[in-house]
């Protein structure tokens, strides 16, 4: 369903800042970022336990709550709204917030460096003019945009998805993260081997419905707001190895897919990351696999964490 051009009696302003929301693009910290995402997009960012899945996600959400600028200071953010949806129920809320306080006061320290080299009396000249933006407030501003929720079942999920469209306004939530979308897979797939009585017309409570019910949910989300949608995928089994491309050097890793066709059919982009095979390290840190299963690209990359997020390995030392 194509959304109007024109809302009403919008004024030529309303209508550009609309559309100018509606086109925004994610782009994923280096090495991820040769494909940007865009609004209706659904990314799957797919690998084990021990991939950075959900550190991928905590900067992508660190880079939407930053804003653009503030009081001369480049902080280089999006400035849009996210909601963490944490099924793991593992979400490090210390780590967003110490990666978020890193970030500003690096931007900060770049703002007083830049009017160094120019031969101004830094202190002098942020005090009169107020250029220097207070970090609490910066920090405080970020965290409003952020909103978290942990569901421990399918049925908290579900609730969670129905409630969504209702609560979210147009100035709502611009990034959806769901980490991690497979995590009651075992528990639902269980409920459909359980007996479900006489009763005829009662529905089948297992895997398939389930997940029927969160895509559909997904998808009037996506009509009614403009809005990307970012999922992680844990693989627990790697089940071959496939000798027709290779990664870093080394065997490509191919796992099984497990989610039900209902949840492949919304997905319009997927990445694979996992830890190296050779256990190659930078420095002191494992150093991580990426590649873009779709769209397929021909090339791959690697990436450590740091402090400060995440970095490509060539770009240098942490």
């Known amino acids: 369903m194509a959304k109007a051009w024109l809302n009403g009696d919008e004024t030529a302003k309303q209508m550009l800042s609309r559309v100018l929301k509606e086109r925004l693009l994610l782009h994923l910290p280096h090495p991820l970022h040769r494909v940007p995402i865009g609004v209706n997009n659904i990314l799957e960012?797919?690998?084990?336990?021990?991939?950075?899945?959900?550190?991928?996600?905590?900067?992508?959400?660190?880079?939407?709550?930053?804003?653009?600028?503030?009081?001369?200071?480049?902080?280089?953010?999006?400035?849009?709204?996210?909601?963490?949806?944490?099924?793991?129920?593992?979400?490090?809320?210390?780590?967003?917030?110490?990666?978020?306080?890193?970030?500003?006061?690096?931007?900060?320290?770049?703002?007083?460096?830049?009017?160094?080299?120019?031969?101004?009396?830094?202190?002098?000249?942020?005090?009169?003019?107020?250029?220097?933006?207070?970090?609490?407030?910066?920090?405080?501003?970020?965290?409003?945009?952020?909103?978290?929720?942990?569901?421990?079942?399918?049925?908290?999920?579900?609730?969670?998805?129905?409630?969504?469209?209702?609560k979210l306004t147009s100035n709502g939530v611009n990034v959806l993260m769901i980490d991690n979308i497979g995590a009651f897979y075992s528990i639902d797939r269980g409920f459909s081997s359980l007996p479900q009585g006489n009763n005829i017309n009662r529905k089948n409570i297992g895997l398939q419905s389930v997940l029927e019910t969160v895509v559909q949910e997904i998808k009037k989300l996506l009509v009614l707001h403009s809005m990307i949608v970012l999922a992680t995928k844990t693989v627990t089994n790697q089940v071959k190895r496939s000798y027709s491309s290779r990664v870093s050097g080394g065997l490509k890793s191919t796992y099984r897919e497990y989610m039900p066709l209902a949840w492949q059919s919304i997905v319009t982009h997927r990445i694979t990351v996992r830890p190296l095979d050779d256990k190659r390290r930078f420095g002191d840190r494992v150093c991580y696999s990426a590649e873009w299963v779709l769209p397929a690209l021909s090339i791959s990359g690697e990436f450590v964490v740091c402090d400060t997020g995440i970095l490509d390995s060539e770009d240098g030392k942490c």
């Open 45 to 166: 960012i797919t690998g084990p336990s021990t991939s950075a899945k959900t550190e991928i996600l905590l900067q992508v959400a660190v880079n939407c709550i930053l804003p653009k600028i503030r009081n001369g200071v480049q902080y280089g953010g999006l400035e849009h709204s996210v909601l963490f949806l944490d099924l793991d129920c593992r979400f490090d809320i210390y780590r967003l917030s110490q990666s978020l306080r890193l970030k500003i006061t690096e931007a900060n320290r770049l703002h007083k460096a830049k009017y160094s080299h120019m031969g101004a009396n830094v202190s002098d000249h942020i005090s009169n003019n107020q250029l220097e933006y207070d970090e609490k407030d910066v920090f405080d501003e970020c965290m409003r945009r952020f909103l978290y929720t942990r569901c421990y079942d399918s049925f908290e999920f579900l609730s969670v998805l129905k409630v969504l469209s209702n």
